[in-house]
């Protein structure tokens, strides 16, 4: 399995950002998928996560209300809406896949990674 992820960039505070992230080669064996994130200095913590059906969600708490995950599986896309971006938001996000059923907020619990986009806020 083949993550991508696209979509970051250069955004000022308060504006917005969609992640993207194409799944590619085995997806049959992707149930859940998920967004970690890794700013400068700091560890890699997780974002967001989505079941396979896309009816369950979970979020860091202190990003609900700003940061929406979807997925279409028709397309093997899963994405990130992120709004009233803050300048603590600057990381690189990386996209994620897990075999398991169950969203996890743990890094070691995914299997597949992608190589992560830079999304950069300017307070």
């Known amino acids: 399995v083949q993550l991508q992820a696209y979509g970051g960039g250069l955004v000022q505070a308060g504006g917005f950002l969609r992640l993207s992230c194409a799944a590619s080669?085995?997806?049959?064996?992707?149930?859940?998928m998920g967004w970690f994130r890794q700013a400068p200095g700091n560890e890699r913590e997780f974002v967001a996560g989505?079941?396979?059906?896309?009816?369950?969600?979970y979020s860091e708490d202190s990003l609900k209300g700003r940061f929406t995950i979807s997925r279409d599986n028709s397309k093997n896309m899963v994405y990130l809406q992120m709004n009233s971006l803050k300048h603590e938001d600057t990381a690189v996000y990386y996209c994620?896949?897990?075999?398991?059923?169950?969203?996890?907020?743990?890094?070691?619990?995914?299997?597949?990674w992608g190589q992560g986009t830079l999304v950069t806020v300017s307070s």
């Open positions: 994620v896949a897990r075999r398991g059923v169950q969203i996890r907020v743990e890094e070691g619990e995914y299997d597949y």
């Open positions: 989505i079941s396979w059906s896309g009816r369950s969600t």
């Open positions: 080669g085995r997806t049959l064996a992707i149930l859940s």
